[in-house]
């Protein structure tokens, strides 16, 4: 089975743009999750979303926002980006929903905002 | 509140020796408890997961972990070190709350082996 696949893999966007980075999840995943990791915060968990619904959000602003297909595939949108998204964004899926369940992670997207 | 400690955020071993990185977790209720680890330029992959069938853990690589809900540890080891076993590695607990969850990580603790 082909592994989690993230793109772009590298990103490089100014302050006040907007991004959208994109998953697919292993075939027959239905849970994908999205991560922000950077060296000073580490892991921070974004969303999940499972069959199409985001089932749980963590503590990050509106302007960061997501939605999943109804292939699983999902997509991430950071609006007004601003200095501090600067991060590696990780997604990982899982057969079912995320919490009792081994993660499967992408290579990421690394996103720099000048 | 559930949460992660690593202790170490940085840990250096020889080459043959034990390997040991610390985990405590705080949870209300009987958490899962899960190692990854993440190598240059990669994503996370998993280690090993605690699902309460038993408090001794046997991963990949050679690791395993066992869980002590006494001393709320959930701590990684492995016998002997390889060169190979540089990476980073996190700790990360998660439990239901309200019919919901999130997968909590620790800050992870970077391991170098030196020859």
């Known amino acids: 089975k082909a592994g989690v696949t993230q793109t772009p893999r590298y990103l490089i966007k100014t302050r006040g743009q907007q991004v959208t980075l994109s998953c697919s999840p292993i075939?027959?995943?239905?849970?994908v999750s999205w991560y922000q990791q950077t060296p000073g915060q580490g892991l921070q968990f974004l969303f999940e979303?499972?069959?199409?619904?985001?089932?749980n959000k963590g503590n990050f602003p509106g302007r960061f926002s997501g939605r999943q297909f109804s292939n699983s595939r999902s997509e991430m949108n950071v609006s007004t980006l601003e200095l501090g998204d600067s991060a590696l964004y990780l997604c990982?899926?899982?057969?079912?929903?995320?919490?009792?369940?081994?993660?499967?992670f992408g290579p990421g997207t690394r996103l720099t905002v000048l | 509140a559930q949460s992660v400690t690593q202790l170490g955020s940085h840990v250096s071993v020889s080459e043959g020796a034990l390997v040991l990185l610390r985990c405590n977790y705080s949870?209300?209720?009987?958490?899962?408890l899960f190692w990854y680890v993440q190598y240059p330029n990669q994503g996370l992959q998993l280690l090993l997961k605690?699902?309460?069938?038993?408090?001794l853990v046997k991963g990949i690589n050679g690791f395993e972990a066992e869980f002590k809900k006494s001393e709320t540890s959930f701590h990684l080891t492995k016998p002997s070190a390889h060169m190979s076993d540089a990476a980073e590695y996190f700790c990360?607990?998660?439990?239901?709350?309200?019919?919901?969850?999130?997968?909590?990580f620790g800050t992870g603790t970077r391991l170098k082996v030196l020859a």
């Open positions: 605690y699902t309460s069938a038993a408090t």
């Open positions: 990360a607990v998660s439990h239901a709350t309200s019919g919901t969850y999130k997968y909590i």
């Open positions: 990982a899926s899982s057969p079912g929903l995320a919490g009792n369940n081994e993660q499967f």
């Open positions: 979303y499972f069959s199409e619904t985001q089932r």
């Open positions: 075939s027959g995943h239905r849970s």
């Open positions: 949870s209300s209720v009987p958490p899962y």
